[in-house]
Every structure is written in C-alpha cells, then in structure tokens.
C-alpha cells in the first residue's frame, strides 16, 4: 500500500486497517508453520504496511501536538 494512499485516510480507518494487516500477519505466521505459503513474499509486505501505518499515525500525532503548542 502506498504511503499517499495511507495519508488519504482518516485516523479510524487507519487504525481499522492497521488491526486487519496485523489480524493477516498473524494467520500467515501460525498457518505457515504447518504448510509452505504460495506466496512467501507476502508476510513481508504486510509488516512494511503496517510499519507504514504506524509511522504516518505516528506523523499525524506529532503534527497535532506541534499545532497546538
């Protein structure tokens, strides 16, 4: 997921979508301890998703702090 696409999204969604990539990674971990995944690249991408997630949340609060000072 691109980072503009992320930066569209309001905060709930956001975190909405950060709860669904987690709940994702989670099932590809357990599930690909028994079987050999299709794709093996997609675990990856949804950490950097969700690393992206987080950091823009991350910029979000830190601009609303600095807006109010």
């Not at 990856?44 to 600095?66: F, G, P, Q, Y």
Request: hydrophobic share 30%; glycine share 2%; proline share 1%.
């Amino acid at each position: 997921m691109k980072p503009k696409a992320i930066r569209k999204k309001t905060e709930s969604d956001c975190l909405k979508l950060l709860e669904e990539k987690e709940k994702k990674l989670a099932e590809i971990k357990f599930s690909g301890a028994n079987t050999k995944s299709k794709n093996t690249k997609e675990a990856a991408n949804l950490r950097k998703d969700i690393a992206r997630i987080k950091t823009i949340l991350k910029e979000n609060k830190n601009e609303e702090k600095n807006h109010g000072k």
